[in-house]
């Protein structure tokens, strides 16, 4: 009785292990079909960006366009327009009529680009399903950082089931801040030329230049 007891506990075992796997498996894939279709075309989308701080109930709201092809990106919002050409990064400060210039790095750039930053993350966290989004045509992906001293505590990102296009991410730190962003009107094969990644600053009268190169 023992016996048949212990193989069936054994079988059950078995019968979980298998389906974590797969079901890791299964999540990491949903996320390489949408880094690849990021990484594959020109998209544009608006978002809209919802910071709530720790400890606190205001909420820091921003929204705007993003523009992406390959490495390069810009987005653009009443507060601040963030263009980046593969090697450098100009941000604009309208209010202040001020532009930064830098060469970003990895983290730097993942902090202004949210796609980058799950292209970053992707293949340095555990990727899992959760129980984040009710609609049947979308996954419910999260990652968590392997490296338990990364900033970030985990990143969930609802993935459309049929075009592989990110819904939302939301992003928690370790200090408990979080930031939500939602994507719509979501378009693949836009055009774009180099131009379309670089700061113009002739075209602003009496702009100051930050240059942090």
Not at 41 to 47: G, L
Not at 168 to 178: A, F, H, P, S, W
Request: aromatic residues 10%.
């Amino acid at each position: 009785m023992k016996t048949k007891l212990y193989i069936s506990t054994f079988v059950i075992a078995l019968m979980f292990s298998a389906g974590a796997s797969a079901q890791l498996k299964s999540a990491t894939s949903v996320m390489n079909n949408m880094i690849n279709m990021l990484k594959s075309n020109s998209i544009q989308t608006n978002f809209g960006l919802v910071v709530k701080e720790p400890n606190s109930t205001n909420l820091h709201k921003m929204g705007g366009t993003f523009l992406m092809k390959g490495e390069k990106f810009t987005f653009s919002s009443n507060e601040i327009q963030v263009y980046f050409d593969g090697k450098t990064q100009w941000a604009y400060m309208p209010e202040i009529n001020e532009v930064s210039i830098t060469n970003p790095t990895e983290k730097e750039l993942a902090q202004t680009n949210p796609l980058a930053l799950l292209q970053a993350y992707s293949s340095k966290s555990t990727v899992r399903y959760f129980k984040g989004s009710n609609a049947k045509n979308a996954y419910a992906v999260e990652l968590t950082p392997k490296d338990k001293s990364s900033d970030i505590s985990k990143i969930q990102v609802v993935i459309n089931k049929s075009t592989y296009f990110p819904q939302t991410i939301q992003l928690v730190d370790k200090k408990g801040m979080i930031s939500t962003l939602a994507l719509t009107k979501f378009q693949k094969g836009v055009k774009t030329d180099n131009n379309s990644f670089v700061f113009n600053a002739s075209v602003y009268k009496d702009i100051e230049i930050n240059d942090l190169r």
